[in-house]
């Protein structure tokens, strides 16, 4: 494992849940909890040094709890 790829990734900021790196269709990701859905903005990328710093830019986000909570609406 390369460790300057290594993504480090706090809690959810809303319900303290596990967050997750999802990739989208190849150039976008974002970090979204798997409990609640909370989810940072989605990144887009055109290359791989793009996607390491997409990837460590919805970390960062994530991690300083910069995330759109999802509403169920109710
Ligand atoms: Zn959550």
Not at 6 to 18: H, M, N
Request: hydrophobic share 30%; aromatic share 6%.
């Amino acid at each position: 494992m390369d460790e300057k790829n290594f993504i480090e990734l706090e809690e959810c900021p809303c319900c303290r849940g596990g967050g997750m790196l999802i990739h989208e269709g190849g150039w976008s990701v974002q970090v979204e909890c798997m409990i609640c859905g909370a989810h940072t903005v989605y990144l887009e990328y055109d290359n791989e040094e793009q996607k390491a710093e997409a990837e460590r830019g919805v970390a960062r986000l994530w991690n300083i709890g910069k995330v759109i909570k999802q509403d169920p609406g109710e």
